[in-house]
């Protein structure tokens, strides 16, 4: 199977395991609410501490990926998700479950980081893209019809959390243990398309915010607003979610065809409009209707999202940069929606993330309607065998050996070597190996013959002139 067509697994589950605290927030702040003596507001604000300790991991760590090794670093998340998801599953103690969600959050904004590092150096990341929103979407969708079943408590969903942390982490045996293990030339230098990433992180950064701040408090408006109980609100997001599947899998397969201007445009305008539905819900159909179709459309705009910013740099970095801005947007989400909410009313702070969406699709759209000059190509660098070249010893007879009174060979002597060395075997066979006779030569003292006064010269054009008239007496013997 060719490298194009073979999908990534390893990548694919750390990516599911990294945004999946992401979207069980809803029900995690809801049994924090619940579950433990906070306020709506404090369960928010220990939502958002999650998603930005998550989103602070991907600013640090973005271009630290080649310089850890994404295996090591990938276990490390993993298994800082894993201590700290668990402890706040386990303690009723408010610090430990702030620094649990803290220890976590780090934990799957680190795996998130290497996933979205590796799937932006595959030839087609927008695919493995889909594939990773797909894998994270029926994880959450199995999830939230489970959690109901499991008891009130507020640790299930963290647990959640935190065993898809443990069941990925054998996987992370098959990344690569050092990126520069596959002796390939990366392209150095500064980021490329600054302009046009710096806008795309900022436009990204409010419209997770916008997303969010809804997501983190739906689960209340299902339960206050519309009057649910929890295990119709998680069976509306479920549904919501395997709608959200269907979504994907219509944007993998459409991928690049539609280009990425009209899904992150017209999407998010769409959004804009299921949002401001969604939070004036009343009843169950409302509430489903608004819920459903977000869940729809999020996952496909965000996929395109995703796949531009990897399409701007091959290291992954732009990846990495713009999946921080959207975590930090992300994290702001349940405390913006909390403050809202208790402040406007739900309807009110609907109609208020609507209006922040459709001001934030123009940059989008623009950035995503800019053409791309093609950027430097990976080129794997070959080692050439050089042939060893065999080096031939000229056999000498005995009787060439002709030692000089005055230390030199003159040239007779040349000319018998000359005439010998013709008759020689080695001169059809240069391969031939047949003793070495040395020729010894006197050497005499350097004091014994005093040098003349005109070899003390200053070096220049006189050494130079001395050096072309030893080679013309060379050539001459």
Do not use: K
Request: contains cysteine; proline residues 8%.
């Amino acid at each position: 199977m060719s490298a194009r067509t073979t999908t990534p697994w390893p990548l694919v589950a750390l990516f599911t395991a990294g945004y999946l605290a992401a979207y069980l927030l809803p029900t995690t702040v809801g049994r924090l609410d619940a579950g433990l003596p906070l306020s709506a507001t404090q369960a928010g604000a220990i939502g958002s501490v999650l998603l930005l300790s998550s989103a602070s991991a991907g600013f640090l760590l973005a271009s630290r990926v080649d310089r850890f090794g994404p295996r090591r670093l990938a276990r490390a998340g993993l298994l800082l998700a894993v201590a700290g998801y668990g402890t706040a599953a386990l303690s009723t103690a408010l610090p430990l479950v702030v620094a649990g969600a803290v220890v976590g959050g780090f934990g799957s904004g680190t795996a998130t980081t290497v996933a979205a590092t590796g799937i932006a150096g595959r030839r087609d990341p927008h695919r493995v893209t889909t594939m990773g929103l797909l894998g994270v979407s029926a994880l959450a969708g199995a999830l939230y019809l489970t959690i109901p079943h499991l008891g009130p408590a507020h640790g299930v969903p963290l647990a959640a959390i935190a065993v898809t942390a443990l069941l990925v982490l054998p996987l992370t045996g098959r990344l690569p243990a050092r990126p520069a293990a596959t002796r390939t030339v990366r392209p150095a230098g500064p980021l490329p398309y600054r302009r046009s990433g710096l806008l795309l992180a900022a436009a990204m950064l409010f419209w997770s915010l916008a997303q969010n701040s809804l997501w983190g408090v739906s689960g209340r408006i299902g339960l206050t607003q519309a009057g649910l109980g929890e295990v119709t609100v998680g069976a509306v997001f479920a549904v919501a979610l395997g709608a959200g599947l269907l979504g994907v899998v219509c944007a993998g397969i459409l991928g690049p065809r539609l280009g990425g201007a009209l899904p992150i445009g017209l999407g998010t305008v769409l959004i804009a409009g299921c949002i401001a539905l969604s939070a004036a819900a009343s009843d169950l159909t409302s509430f489903a209707t608004g819920e459903i179709a977000w869940n729809t459309l999020y996952p496909v705009v965000l996929s395109y999202v995703i796949g531009l910013a990897a399409s701007m740099d091959r290291r992954g970095r732009w990846a990495v940069l713009v999946g921080s801005a959207s975590s930090l947007g992300t994290a702001c989400g349940p405390l913006t929606g909390s403050l809202l909410s208790a402040r406007a009313g739900y309807p009110a702070m609907g109609l208020v993330l609507a209006a922040g969406l459709l001001l934030v699709t123009v940059p989008m759209t623009l950035v995503a309607r800019r053409p791309r000059r093609s950027q430097v190509v990976e080129i794997p660098v070959v080692e050439i065998p050089l042939a060893e070249i065999p080096v031939v010893d000229i056999p000498v007879p005995e009787t060439a050996a002709v030692e000089s009174t005055a230390g030199q060979v003159t040239g007779a002597d040349v000319a018998g070597l000359t005439d010998l060395l013709a008759d020689s075997p080695s001169a059809e066979d240069p391969f031939a190996r047949l003793p070495v006779v040395e020729i010894p030569v006197a050497v005499s003292p350097l004091d014994a013959v005093p040098a003349p006064r005109e070899a003390y010269g200053t070096a220049g054009p006189r050494h130079a002139g001395a050096a072309t008239a030893a080679a013309s007496a060379a050539e001459g013997l």
